[in-house]
């Protein structure tokens, strides 16, 4: 892919969130910026946009509780102060306003996402999320599937797995019996 292309979709992916994005020069979102081809874009895409809508959630809870009327007080008064304290408690504090990226990349055939900041809920979808790049090609964003038979781990559909094999000087019959050894491999550990 030409450079022009590959900034193209990154600088998009960056301009959802510019903000969480790390400044500090020596981390490596700095340094290499995202670290996996285009394929993956739309899982990113949806960990970024997920992240600011749950900052906006946040911030909406914040301003409902801020602009609550002085009848709805009177009506709920007990149910009110009771929730509202338990906002506050929190509110102060609102974890997306804090997220951090320290690094896109892929790894082992997954997609991983480095950051700080967001809560537990978040984390929990930016796993599931890195879960799913597996089944995800790298290269074009189709279904695919975690190659591990190969020298270097990648998830991709069988398209670019056959483009990759020819790269390497691989046959088919090359991958399935390297797929075969590694089965093996696995037999042998349990």
């Known amino acids: 892919m030409p450079d022009d292309a590959r900034n193209q979709w990154i600088q998009d992916l960056v301009s959802i969130a510019p903000e969480w994005f790390e400044n500090d020069p020596r981390t490596p979102i700095s340094l290499f910026s995202i670290e996996c081809d285009r394929g993956w874009a739309h899982l990113i895409r949806a960990i970024l946009e997920t992240g600011k809508w749950r900052k906006r959630q946040w911030d909406d809870s914040y301003k409902y509780w801020s602009e609550q009327s002085e ?67 790298e290269q074009c964003g189709a279904p695919g599937r975690c190659r591990e038979s190969l020298p270097w781990v990648l998830s991709l559909c069988d398209t670019h797995l056959t483009n990759h094999l020819a790269e390497m000087g691989w046959t088919k019959e090359d991958f399935v019996e390297s797929e075969a050894r590694l089965d093996e491999e696995r037999k042998d550990d349990l």
Do not use: W
């Not at 990349?105 to 997954?110: D, L």
């Open 71 to 137: 009848e709805d007080k009177r009506k709920y008064p007990t149910s009110y102060e009771r929730r509202k304290q338990e906002f506050d408690k929190t509110q102060h504090q609102n974890p997306f306003n804090n997220i951090h990226i320290v690094q896109v990349k892929e790894k082992f055939g997954g997609l991983r996402f480095y950051f700080s900041g967001g809560d537990e809920s978040f984390h929990d979808f930016v796993h599931a999320v890195e879960h799913i790049s597996h089944y995800v090609c």
